[in-house]
C-alpha cells in the first residue's frame, strides 16, 4: 500500500520504527523494507523541514486512516525547508537500523534498502556528512558479493556519494569489475553488463586502460564477451594513444592490444565471410576508430579527426586492411560494408574516404588482373562512386584486367569473360556518374575504347547505360 | 527504488540525448550543489520493481503473464511528469499485442534473439542498430496499436529457457527510457564509450535490468525444473540434499539421497556441448509444459507487488508451504530472511570444494597450452541456532588465485598476502560460500596429442598420445576419463584401430574412447594411452543452413564461385582443402558460443578426479571455528572436473588467444 500510495506511512514512521527494531524473526527484512519506504515518504514529503519530530507518534496506529496529503487534489507542494536539527537526527537513527546488518537481507531486498537509503542520506547529507561514510562502510563489502545486485547497488552509492569514495576506492571498484567478467561461473548478460557498467561511469574511466590485461579475451570467452572485451580494448587503445601524443611513453602498445585482441577470433581470416568471429572483428574494428574519434554532439563535428590519422592506430590499421583484402579476398565485401558503414556516417565519412585511398595507393598496385580480381569489384566501386578517392590507378588496372580478359576469351570462357568485362563497365559507368573531371576523361575513353575493340557488341548492348 | 517522485514540484529540465543531464553521471556536480532536495529525487537511483512477466512459446504464444499493478501505477505517474498524456500513451500491452511484437521482432532481426551485432539487415530503430551483444538480452519490443499510434517496449530482460522464451519488463525512470529510445535512431554508424548517452552509462544507470535478469533467471530454473542446490559432496556416501532436507531432517526424518545423476557425474551430456551448439537450445528441455500455479505461488512470495525481495526458490517456497519458524531466538539478534528456520539435529559442517578446468592443447611449439580453474567452495552447516563461521583461507598467493567473489552471507576480511579470512552466518541447506578463478597449478590431468589427417575426401587417419595423472599422488583419484572425437558434419561410418587401453564405441557423428572407466578409478599411478586408426565417413550431402548473418551477406559472396581455384592441383594441403570446402557450409555460431567448433578438428576430454584440487587452494578443515562454540565434525572434499578441455588437431588449424604481458 505504501507503495500504491506514496507518502501513507510518513506520518506513522515512528510506529514502523518500533516494529523494525523489535522484530527479530526472519521477517526483519519485511519490517526493515517497510520503515525504510515509509522514510522515504517522509522525506519527499519535506517532513524533515518541520519543526515536529518525524518519529514522534501520537497514540496507536490506526488501520485505514489516509493521511490528508493522499486526499488532495492537487498533491500539496513539498517543503524546500531545511531539515530541523531534530529531524537530522531522527533521520540518522532510522538509517542506522535500516543498515543495521546487510548480511541479514536476501540481495533483493539489500538493492531495495540501497536504493533507499541512497536517497534518504543525500537528502541530509549538507547536514550530516558524516551519513556518507557510514553508507560506505556498510555497504561497500557487497562488491565482492557473488551476486550482481548487491555489485550495482554499490556503484550506486558510488554515484550518489562521490566524495566517500576516494580515487583509491574508484580504482579497486573499477578493478573489481574488470575482473568480475572473466568470472566463469557468472551468466553471460551479467559479464557483459559489469563491463558496461565499468564502461559507463566516467569515474572510472581513468582506471580502464590500467586494467588492460583483464579484458584480453579468454579462448573459451563466448563470443559476445569476446566482443565486448574488445571494445574495452579499443577503449585503452584509444585513451594510450591520445596519452602518447601529449609525450607518453607507449610506444607500440596501442597497436598491439588491437592485434591481441584480435587474435581470438583470428579465424575470420579464413572462415566464411558470414562467420560469427568476422562479425566480431570488424567490430571491434569499427570500434576503436570511433572510439579514437567520437561522434560529436552536434552531429557534426568529430573529436580527435586530427589526432586520429596521424595517430599510430590508424597507420597500423590502414595496414591491417591492406594486407587483408589483398591476403584473404573472401574479406573484401566485408571490407567493403565496413567502408560504407563509415561512408554513410557524416561525422566518419572522412575516415572512409581515406581508407579508400589507402587502397587506392596501396593495394591497387598489389592486384594483379585476372578472374580473381573479380573479388575485388565491391571495393573498386567503391573507390569509382567516390570524388575524393583518385580514379587514375584504377582504370590502369580495369584496363589491364580488359585486356587480360580479352586475351583469354574463347568459347570456353565466354561467359566468364562477359560477365566480368560488363562489371567492369558497370564500375566504369559508376565513375561518369560521380566524376565530371576532364582529368579522368581520357584514361577512360582509352579504357573503353580497348573494350569496344575487344567486344564489338558491346557498344550495342549497353549504350542505354551509360546515358 | 528510488524513482521520480510523482508530486515534485520542481523537475529536471527535459533529458533528451544531453549527458550532462545523466542522472549518474552528474551526481558529483549536483551534491554539492545547494540542497534542494527534491531535485535529487529525478534520479533513477536504484532498485528494481517489475511491470511485467511474460512466458512465450516457440511458437509466439503467450503461456503465462503477469503484471504488477502498483509498478505499473508509478510508471504512469512517472511519465505524467514529463508531459500530459504520456504515460496513457505507453500503456502494458495486452498479451496477444507482445506475442505480435516477439514475432516481428524475429522477423525483422532474423532471430529471436537478434544478431546483436550490426550487421546489413539492420535499420535504424532495430535493437541490431546499436551493435551491442547485450541487446541480445535486453531488448525492445515495438507494440503496434491497430488505432495507429504504437509505442517501444523497452528494456525487456529476455532469456531463453528450454524452448520458452523468458520476458521481465522492469520499471525505468522516463529519461533512460528516452536515451535509449534516441539511441536506437541516432543516424551514425555507431557509437563508442566515449559518446554521451552511450548504452553502457543508460545500464550503469539502471539497477533494475541487473535484477530483472535474476527474476528472469530464477523464473527460467523454475519452469525449467532446475532448482536443484548446489551440490557438497560427503566422502563418505552420496551428496547431501538441499534445503528441504534440513526441514525434514529437523522433524526427524533421515536426509534423502539425491538422484544419482549428479551434474559432474554427467559426461555425456557434457560431451555433446560444443558439438553443433547451435542446436543445443532446442535439445534442452524441450516443450515441456511447466506449472502455472507453482511459478504464480512462487511470485506472490518472491515479489510482492512487483518488487523482488527475496529471488531463492528454496527459502520462497519453503516459507509458503511451511511458514516461519516460531522458535525463540537464542540471542537478542535477528534472524536473517534467508534463514527461515533454524536447524536442529546432529550437528556438523561439510564444505566441498568443485573445480572446473578449462584447457586448450596444442601440442605447439608457437602456440601456448592454455589452462584455467574455475572453482567454487559449497557448504553445508548443520548448525543449531544462528551461531557464527570462521574460516580462514590460506594459500591465495600460492594458489595465484585471480577474482574470487562470495556468498551474500559472508563477510571477507581485505586479502593481505596469502590469506584472507572468512567470517559467515550460514544460512541453511547448501550454498556457494565463495566462487575463484585461479590458474591450473599442476601438470594437467591429462597431457598428450591428437592428429587427425584426411587421407582421402571420406577417410581420415588419427593418433591419440596421452599420459594421464603424471605427477599426481594418492589420494587423488581420477574416477572416469573419456576422448570424444565429435564430427556433427560428416557421418560416421566406421573406424578401426584398438586402443593401448579402454574401450571405444561410436555413434553417427562420434567416436568414444573410454579410458577410464567409472568404478575402476586411477589413483597413485599414471599411465599413457594411445590410440591410433583411421575413420571413413560417408560421402558428404550438402546442406545449406541460413542464419542471422549469413542471409545478409550471402549474395555479396555468390560472385566467389567466378574464382574458385582448384587447390588440390596445386599439391596443396588436403585437409586445408577439405576443410574450405567444407566450411563453405559452415552456419554462423550464436554470439554465446566461444567459437565456430564445426570449423575445427579436435577431441574433448572428460574426466572427473576427486580427492584434491587444480588450483592447489585447499581449506583446513581444522581451522574452521564456530562461535558460540559447538562440537560439531568438520568434513571436507574435493573434486575437480573437465570442462571445456580440448585437444585440438595437432595437424589442423586451431583457435587461441593472446595472454596479457606484463604491464
Redesign the interface.
Known amino acids: 500500500m505504501d507503495e500504491a500510495l506514496p507518502g501513507l506511512l510518513a506520518d506513522v514512521l515512528g510506529h514502523a520504527y518500533a516494529l523494525a527494531s523489535a522484530e527479530r524473526s526472519p521477517a526483519a527484512q519485511s519490517y526493515i523494507l517497510l520503515l525504510a519506504s515509509a522514510a522515504r515518504g517522509a522525506v519527499r514529503l519535506g517532513r524533515l523541514g518541520s519543526s515536529a519530530s518525524i518519529l514522534a507518534v501520537s497514540g496507536p496506529p490506526v488501520p485505514f486512516s489516509v493521511p490528508a496529503h493522499l486526499l488532495s487534489s492537487p498533491p500539496p507542494l513539498a517543503s524546500a525547508a531545511p531539515p530541523s536539527e531534530q529531524n537530522v537526527r531522527e533521520i540518522r537513527k532510522v538509517l542506522a537500523l535500516v543498515m543495521e546488518r546487510p548480511q541479514v537481507l536476501t540481495p533483493a531486498a539489500a538493492m531495495e534498502v540501497t536504493a533507499i537509503v541512497a536517497e534518504v542520506a543525500t537528502a541530509v547529507l549538507e547536514w550530516a556528512p558524516a551519513i556518507a561514510a557510514h553508507v560506505k562502510v556498510q555497504f561497500s563489502g557487497m562488491a565482492y558479493s557473488s551476486s550482481p545486485m548487491l555489485l550495482h547497488s554499490v556503484l550506486t552509492l558510488f554515484a550518489k556519494f562521490p566524495d566517500a569514495f576516494g580515487a583509491e576506492d574508484e580504482r579497486k571498484m573499477a578493478r573489481r569489475l574488470a575482473s568480475a567478467a572473466c568470472e566463469a561461473h557468472r551468466p553471460l548478460p551479467v559479464r557483459l553488463l559489469v563491463l558496461h557498467w565499468l564502461l559507463g561511469s566516467g569515474r572510472f574511466r581513468d582506471s580502464v586502460p590500467g586494467l588492460a590485461k583483464w579484458f584480453y579475451p579468454g579462448m573459451f570467452d563466448p563470443l559476445a564477451l569476446k566482443a565486448k572485451k574488445l571494445d574495452c580494448l579499443g577503449f585503452v587503445a584509444a585513451t594510450v594513444d591520445s596519452d602518447k601524443v601529449e609525450g607518453g611513453s607507449y610506444g607500440q602498445q596501442t597497436t598491439e592490444f588491437i592485434d591481441d585482441g584480435l587474435v581470438c577470433v583470428s579465424a575470420f581470416r579464413w572462415l566464411p565471410a558470414w562467420s560469427t568471429e568476422t562479425s566480431v572483428a570488424f567490430r571491434a574494428l569499427h570500434r576503436v576508430l570511433v572510439g579514437a574519434a567520437p561522434h560529436g554532439t552536434n552531429d557534426k563535428g568529430c573529436s580527435g579527426a586530427g589526432e586520429l590519422l596521424n595517430s599510430t592506430t590508424f597507420h597500423h590499421f590502414q595496414a591491417m586492411l591492406v594486407d587483408m583484402a589483398s591476403e584473404h579476398r573472401s574479406l573484401v565485401p566485408v571490407i567493403a560494408d565496413f567502408i560504407n558503414r563509415l561512408l554513410a556516417c557524416t561525422t566518419h565519412r572522412w575516415v572512409g574516404e581515406q581508407l579508400l585511398r589507402t587502397f587506392d595507393e596501396c593495394l591497387l598496385p598489389r592486384l594483379e588482373p585476372g578472374y580473381q580480381l573479380a573479388s575485388y569489384y565491391p571495393l573498386f566501386e567503391k573507390i569509382a562512386q567516390n570524388e575524393a578517392v583518385p580514379q587514375l590507378r584504377l582504370i590502369e588496372l580495369l584496363t589491364k584486367q580488359m585486356v587480360c580478359l580479352a586475351k583469354k576469351h574463347d568459347p570456353d570462357t565466354e561467359l566468364k569473360s562477359w560477365s566480368q568485362g560488363s562489371k567492369v563497365v558497370g564500375i566504369c559507368r559508376i565513375m561518369l556518374k560521380h566524376h565530371h573531371s576532364s582529368h579522368i576523361f581520357l584514361p577512360l575513353t582509352h579504357l573503353l575504347v580497348r573494350t569496344i575493340e575487344s567486344f564489338p557488341d558491346l557498344e550495342i548492348r549497353d549504350h542505354a547505360r551509360y546515358l | 527504488?528510488?524513482f521520480t517522485?510523482?508530486?515534485?514540484?520542481c523537475r529536471l529540465p527535459h533529458w533528451p540525448l544531453?549527458v550532462s543531464g545523466h542522472p549518474?553521471?552528474e551526481?558529483?556536480a549536483e551534491?554539492t550543489a545547494t540542497?534542494?532536495?527534491?531535485l535529487?529525487?529525478s534520479?533513477s537511483?536504484?532498485?528494481?520493481s517489475i511491470r511485467a512477466i511474460w512466458i512465450l512459446t516457440p511458437n509466439d504464444a503467450v503461456a503465462f503473464s503477469r503484471r504488477f499493478?502498483?509498478?505499473e501505477?508509478?510508471w504512469r505517474v512517472a511519465w505524467e511528469a514529463e508531459g500530459v498524456g504520456k504515460g496513457a500513451e505507453m500503456p502494458l500491452p495486452a498479451d496477444y499485442e507482445v506475442a505480435a511484437a516477439f514475432a516481428n521482432r524475429r522477423r525483422r532481426e532474423g532471430t529471436a534473439r537478434g544478431?546483436?551485432?550490426?550487421?546489413?539487415l539492420s535499420s535504424v530503430g532495430l535493437d541490431s542498430w546499436v551493435?551491442?551483444?547485450?541487446t541480445?538480452?535486453?531488448i525492445s519490443l515495438q507494440i503496434d496499436k491497430e488505432e495507429g499510434g504504437g509505442f517501444m517496449l523497452w528494456p525487456v530482460?529476455l532469456q531463453k529457457r528450454g524452448s520458452y522464451y523468458v520476458l521481465v519488463l522492469p520499471l525505468v525512470d522516463p529519461q533512460s527510457f528516452k536515451a535509449f529510445e534516441s539511441l536506437l535512431k541516432r543516424?551514425?554508424?555507431?557509437?563508442?564509450?566515449?559518446?554521451?548517452g552511450?548504452?553502457?552509462?543508460?545500464?550503469?544507470?539502471l539497477?533494475c535490468?541487473?535484477?530483472a535478469?535474476?527474476v528472469a533467471?530464477v523464473i527460467g530454473d523454475i519452469i525449467t525444473g532446475d532448482v536443484a542446490e548446489p551440490e557438497v559432496i560427503v566422502s563418505s556416501g552420496p551428496s547431501v540434499g538441499g534445503l528441504l532436507d534440513s526441514l525434514t531432517g529437523s522433524i526427524g526424518i533421515t536426509a534423502r539421497s539425491k538422484p544419482s545423476a549428479a551434474p559432474v557425474a554427467a559426461p555425456v551430456a557434457s560431451v555433446s556441448s560444443p558439438v553443433g551448439a547451435a542446436q543445443s537450445d532446442s535439445l534442452k528441455g524441450g516443450i515441456r509444459p511447466f506449472d502455472k500455479e507453482l511459478l504464480r505461488s512462487f511470485i506472490i512470495g518472491?515479489?510482492p507487488?512487483g518488487?523482488?525481495?527475496?529471488?531463492?526458490y528454496g527459502?520462497v517456497s519453503s516459507?509458503r508451504t511451511t511458514g516461519?519458524?516460531a522458535d525463540p531466538?537464542p540471542t537478542?539478534?535477528?534472524?536473517?530472511?534467508?534463514?527461515?528456520y533454524l536447524y536442529k539435529g546432529r550437528q556438523r559442517t561439510l564444505f566441498s570444494s568443485l573445480e572446473?578446468i578449462?584447457a586448450?592443447l596444442y601440442d605447439r611449439d608457437d602456440v601456448p597450452d592454455?589452462l584455467?580453474v574455475?572453482g567454487?567452495l559449497t557448504c553445508r552447516a548443520e548448525l543449531e541456532g544462528l551461531p557464527d563461521v570462521s574460516l580462514p583461507l590460506t594459500g591465495l598467493k600460492t594458489a595465484r588465485v585471480?577474482?574470487?567473489?562470495?556468498?551474500?552471507?559472508?563477510?571477507?576480511s581485505e586479502p593481505t598476502g596469502n590469506k584472507q579470512s572468512l567470517l559467515f552466518?550460514p544460512p541453511l541447506g547448501n550454498f556457494?560460500l565463495m566462487?575463484y578463478?585461479a590458474p591450473c597449478n599442476i601438470d594437467p590431468p591429462v597431457k598428450g596429442f591428437y592428429q587427425l589427417s584426411m587421407v582421402s575426401e571420406n577417410e581420415g587417419a588419427f593418433l591419440f598420445k596421452l599420459r594421464l595423472m603424471e605427477g599426481y599422488k594418492s589420494p587423488f583419484l581420477m574416477e572416469f576419463c573419456m576422448v570424444t572425437m565429435p564430427f556433427p558434419r560428416r557421418r560416421v561410418a566406421s573406424y578401426d584401430g584398438n586402443p593401448s587401453v579402454g574401450t571405444v564405441s561410436m555413434t553417427e557423428h562420434l567416436i568414444e574412447w573410454r579410458i577410464v572407466s567409472s568404478g575402476r578409478g586411477l589413483s597413485g599411478r599414471s599411465i599413457e594411452a594411445t590410440f591410433s586408426g583411421t575413420v571413413r565417413f560417408h560421402p558428404r550431402t550438402t546442406q545449406r543452413v541460413n542464419?542471422s548473418?549469413?542471409s545478409?551477406?550471402?549474395t555479396?559472396?555468390a560472385?566467389?564461385s567466378?574464382?574458385e581455384?582448384d587447390i588440390t592441383k596445386n599439391g596443396a594441403n588436403l585437409d586445408d582443402y577439405l576443410m574450405?570446402k567444407m566450411?563453405?557450409d559452415?552456419q554462423?555460431?550464436?554470439?554465446?558460443?566461444?567459437?565456430?567448433w564445426q570449423?575445427y578438428n579436435y577431441a574433448k576430454v572428460s574426466f572427473k578426479i576427486v580427492g584434491g584440487t587444480l588450483s592447489g587452494l585447499i581449506i583446513d578443515p581444522r581451522s574452521v571455528t564456530i562461535y558460540p562454540s559447538v562440537k560439531a565434525p568438520v568434513e571436507y572434499s574435493m573434486q575437480a572436473s573437465s570442462?571445456?578441455y580440448i585437444l585440438w588437431n595437432t595437424l589442423g588449424?586451431c583457435?587461441?588467444?593472446?595472454?596479457?604481458?606484463?604491464?
Open positions: 527504488g528510488g517522485f510523482p508530486y515534485s514540484s544531453r549518474i553521471l551526481t558529483s551534491s540542497a534542494r532536495p527534491h535529487r529525487r534520479m537511483g536504484g532498485g528494481c499493478a502498483v509498478v501505477k508509478r544478431s546483436g551485432i550490426r550487421t546489413n551493435d551491442d551483444p547485450i541480445r538480452h535486453i530482460v543516424p551514425d554508424c555507431g557509437s563508442s564509450a566515449k559518446e554521451n552511450n548504452l553502457s552509462s543508460i545500464l550503469l544507470n539497477p535490468i541487473t535484477g535478469f535474476m533467471n518472491a515479489m507487488f518488487t523482488p525481495q527475496d529471488l531463492n527459502n516459507i516461519y519458524s531466538l537478542d539478534q535477528k534472524q536473517p530472511a534467508w534463514k527461515p572446473t578449462n586448450a592454455f584455467s574455475s567454487q585471480e577474482v574470487s567473489s562470495f556468498h551474500h552471507c559472508v563477510q571477507a552466518q556457494v566462487h578463478q542464419s548473418f549469413r545478409a551477406t550471402t555479396a559472396f560472385e566467389d567466378d574464382c581455384q574450405e566450411n563453405k559452415l554462423a555460431v550464436d554470439l554465446e558460443e566461444p567459437l565456430s570449423a570442462g571445456d588449424k583457435p587461441s588467444a593472446a595472454l596479457p604481458k606484463e604491464l
